[in-house]
């Protein structure tokens, strides 16, 4: 590897720039970096708007919100607190629930509220004790979780509708269908966390539709963007009516700049035939993978939804990683190191996803070298 060595990367900044490095460029430059979100800019607004208008469509009885953030871990950590108030306020007689319960192999983020729902031990316990009062079930075991929610404890159930950090693990219709069904018996709220499974990546604008299931509440962050920080937390009227002004803020969530970034990145993604063509490019990718790795015998399972694809192996994928950055292209490992997490930008090109599946085709010997 040398300094001027080009790179393919199938991991841009942990699946941070949908549309790539160095491409998002605004129509309209934001002159203003920074307001006071005492105010609303122009920006902030029309970005709010055009989320709401793709969000939550078919609930047309209701107004939905959007909570600016920085990241996807604020924009959890405000979840949290959401859904805290919004079981104070639906039962002022002292007996609202607290708890939370979120899925094996989970990733919400590292801040403490959201890493207490994070179930990777090892991100954990360094910082004990995280939040308490939350719960952990069987990701896809869904009488496992409603008996959990049942207990009248939790305040909402976070779920990623596709694990990222976890494995590249994809929830099914009746799963997801079963928490909305027990959250409203119960009176718990269903939170989506879509920060990397969201905005294109499943070849869906979100995640959820492609099971037909909606959420109380959805957070969004890394690509919306493209590159820039930003968090999004988006909700129900029903919940949206239970926060007061102050209740939470930001200083800099919704900022004028990145609010522009995010209209461009938006943009390019709801451009007619943009999806499909990321779904199509999911597949085929999936398709030549299967073709080029058959025969590997640690190669277990290809797996995942649009650009969200995970090779399973019967080792640690660490060497594997490694020998592809030393041929110029970028992955990571995901679940417990022995997956490769394949998240490359949505723009990425046929030839291109063909040159990264020939590639860790040829630096699969390094997983015999490593075990050797």
């Known amino acids: 590897m040398n300094s001027l060595q080009s790179f393919l990367a199938l991991n841009p900044p942990a699946a941070a720039a949908a549309l790539g490095g ?3 460029r ?13 105010q609303y800019t122009v920006p902030q607004v029309a970005l709010a708007k055009r989320l709401v208008e793709a969000s939550f469509a078919d609930r047309a009885s209701f107004a939905d919100r959007v909570f600016f953030a920085n990241t996807g871990t604020e924009a959890n950590e405000a979840a ?8 104070r306020v639906a039962r002022p007689d002292g007996d609202a629930p607290t708890e939370f319960m979120s899925f094996t192999n989970c990733f919400h983020g590292r801040t403490m509220g959201s890493l207490a729902l994070t179930s990777k031990v090892q991100y954990r316990e360094p910082f004990a004790p995280v939040m308490p009062g939350a719960t952990f079930a069987e990701y896809g075991n869904l009488e ?19 694990q990222g950090e976890g494995g590249i693990h994809s929830a099914t219709k009746e799963f997801l269908q079963g928490l909305r069904d027990a959250c409203d018996e119960a009176g718990a709220l269903l939170v989506f966390d879509e920060v990397q499974c969201g905005l294109g990546r499943t070849g869906y604008l979100w995640a959820y539709e492609a099971y037909g299931v909606l959420p109380d509440i959805m957070t969004l962050a890394k690509p919306l963007a ?3 920080p930003i968090g999004v937390v988006l909700v129900t009227e029903k919940v949206a009516s239970a926060i007061n002004f102050g209740d939470h803020g930001t200083t800099f969530g919704g900022g004028p700049l990145v609010c522009q970034a995010a209209l461009t990145t938006l943009d390019k993604i709801q451009k007619p035939g943009f999806l499909a063509e990321v779904a199509k490019k999911g597949e085929n990718f999936k398709q030549l993978l299967s073709t080029k790795l058959s025969g590997n015998a640690h190669v277990k399972e290809i797996r995942g939804i649009g650009l969200i694809v995970g090779i399973e192996l019967d080792v640690p994928a660490g060497p594997l990683v490694d020998a592809c950055l030393d041929r110029g292209v970028i992955v990571l490992t995901a679940g417990k190191g022995n997956v490769v997490r394949l998240v490359p930008p949505l723009i990425i090109s046929e030839k291109e996803l063909e040159q990264a599946a020939e590639v860790i085709r040829d630096c699969l010997p390094a997983l015999d070298a490593s075990t050797s």
């Open 22 to 24: 160095a491409r998002l």
């Open 226 to 228: 493209g590159g820039l």
């Open 26 to 38: 605004p129509s309209r430059a934001a002159t203003l970096v920074h307001a006071s979100n005492v």
């Open 80 to 87: 949290i607190k959401f859904a805290r108030k919004f079981q």
């Open 144 to 162: 496992e979780a409603k008996k959990v929610i049942q207990s009248g404890k939790i305040a909402a159930v976070f779920v990623e509708p596709v």
